[in-house]
């Protein structure tokens, strides 16, 4: 059974481009959650999504979108990238009415 | 603001030894409080959690001291083994109803067991 599946591994983008990321997340799970972690520092959360909407919202500006498909699984959309959006992103997934959060390997982004 | 706050920023302990990270937070109504342990290029895996209608949970090497009162929660890792080298996170949570709210993590604690 795979877990939560994130692609690509890492990323090289520069200032002002356009970015997607994806998750797939773990098999029997319905909800996924996307967090940026900077370096040294704790996860922080950007969004979440469950029957294809966005439900809840972390303090991220309208440049950080995101999308999930009919199989569960989404997309993080990044626009007019800055300096400051070079982290690792993290995809978590989990059932609605299960507290237990699975995050996968991350992408690392780097904005040069 | 931070929502949660993790002590020690880095913890050096010798194997065998007694590990503990603490944390705080403010929010009441937080009520679910996980650990996470994360090593170098992978992602943060859910070691053991604890609801406030309990002072203490014990998986394992792995116990969490949870005190209401004084809303701090704490890790303790006993037989601390070099393979438990890695960083910490505490988090917490409130439910929504049908689905878990947001994780709000500290800072992390790097620990290093020494053989």
């Known amino acids: 059974d795979a877990g939560v599946t994130q692609s690509p591994t890492h990323l090289i983008k520069t200032r002002g481009q356009q970015v997607t990321l994806r998750c797939s997340p773990k098999s029997g799970h319905d909800t996924v959650s996307w967090y940026q972690q900077a370096l040294g520092q704790g996860p922080q959360f950007i969004f979440q999504?469950?029957?294809?909407?966005?439900?809840q919202r972390g303090n991220f500006p309208d440049r950080f979108s995101g999308h999930q498909f009919p199989n569960y699984s989404s997309e993080l959309n990044v626009n007019a990238l800055l300096l400051g959006d070079s982290a690792l992103y993290l995809c978590a997934s989990s059932e609605r009415w299960n507290e237990k959060l699975f995050f996968g390997s991350g992408t690392q982004l780097s904005v040069l | 603001q931070q929502q949660v706050k993790q002590s020690p920023q880095s913890l050096i302990v010798q194997k065998g030894g007694i590990s503990i990270i603490n944390c705080a937070y403010e929010?009441?109504?937080?009520?679910?409080f996980p650990w996470y342990q994360q090593f170098p290029g992978k992602g943060p895996a859910l070691l053991i959690a604890i609801r406030p209608d309990v002072s203490e949970k014990k998986e394992g090497r792995f116990t969490i001291s949870f005190n209401k009162s004084a809303k701090q929660f704490s890790l303790h890792i006993m037989d601390s083994q070099p393979g438990d080298s890695a960083t910490y996170f505490c988090?917490?949570?409130?439910?929504?109803?049908?689905?878990?709210?947001?994780?709000?993590f500290g800072r992390g604690t790097q620990l290093t067991v020494w053989p």
């Open positions: 988090a917490a949570a409130a439910d929504r109803g049908s689905t878990l709210g947001r994780l709000y």
């Open positions: 929010n009441t109504a937080f009520d679910y």
């Open positions: 999504y469950y029957e294809e909407e966005e439900r």
